[in-house]
């Protein structure tokens, strides 16, 4: 009895440690740290103010739910950099315009974009890019609120593998290369944890 009770022991510990260890393997490298990702938003900024100098023509729309951090910290830098405090800043959520929404159950998002896109200069923004099926729904859902000049995409990661429609990022915070079965996480302080970007 003894023997069996020590056997399940061992085991029982091995399994904890195993499973332990797994899950720290599980994180293959970091891409961004904590002040990578700040200098990534700051550049970022800049790059849409060097081609949008007044923002008079220009509107940004991040998506729902995860690309609203991102655009949400751009619009910040925004206006630090043009002491505009009335940016025109939209969120768009993109739920019902997915092609896998009769797949699974989705949550939708709220949209609040509170004018008109018409002839205007849009700069949709989002974390990461990487088969492009977010970005032609975002597209998709942008038509119901007017027809823009020119629409440009902003990214914070770009995951150039897998593209599987023609879509491209004009500002790009970092660049990768992934297979198809690694997984871009991006953390932020806003749910509870530290700016960062990982690839598991």
């Known amino acids: 009895m003894q023997k069996t009770t020590a056997a399940n022991s061992s085991s029982f510990l091995f399994l904890h440690r195993f499973l332990y260890f797994s899950a720290k393997l599980k994180v293959l490298k970091s891409i961004l740290t904590e002040q990578q990702v700040a200098l990534s938003i700051k550049r970022l900024a800049h ?42 800043y939209g969120k768009l959520d993109i739920t019902f315009y997915r092609d896998d929404v009769r797949k699974s ?3 939708a998002n709220k949209t609040d974009i509170p004018f008109s896109i018409e002839k205007q200069n849009v700069v949709i923004i989002d974390d ?24 440009e995409l902003c990214v914070l990661i770009d995951r150039r593998f897998s593209r ?3 879509i491209h990022a004009d500002y790009t915070g970092t660049a990768i290369d992934t297979f198809p079965s690694q997984k871009v996480i991006v953390k932020w302080k806003e ?7 990982v690839l598991m």
């Not at 690309?67 to 950099?81: A, C, F, T």
């Open 191 to 197: 749910k509870g944890e530290k700016d960062e970007v």
């Open 105 to 107: 159950l989705h949550v």
């Open 128 to 151: 990461v890019l990487w088969t492009g099926r977010t970005i032609r729904s975002a597209l998709d859902a942008l038509l119901d609120f007017g027809r823009p000049a020119k629409v």
């Open 164 to 166: 599987e429609l023609p």
């Open 47 to 88: 790059q849409v103010y060097e081609n949008h100098l007044n923002l008079e023509n220009t509107v940004l729309i991040g998506i729902q739910p995860r690309g609203i951090y991102v655009s949400d910290r751009i619009v910040e830098e925004l206006k630090k950099i043009t002491g505009e405090a009335n940016i025109k």
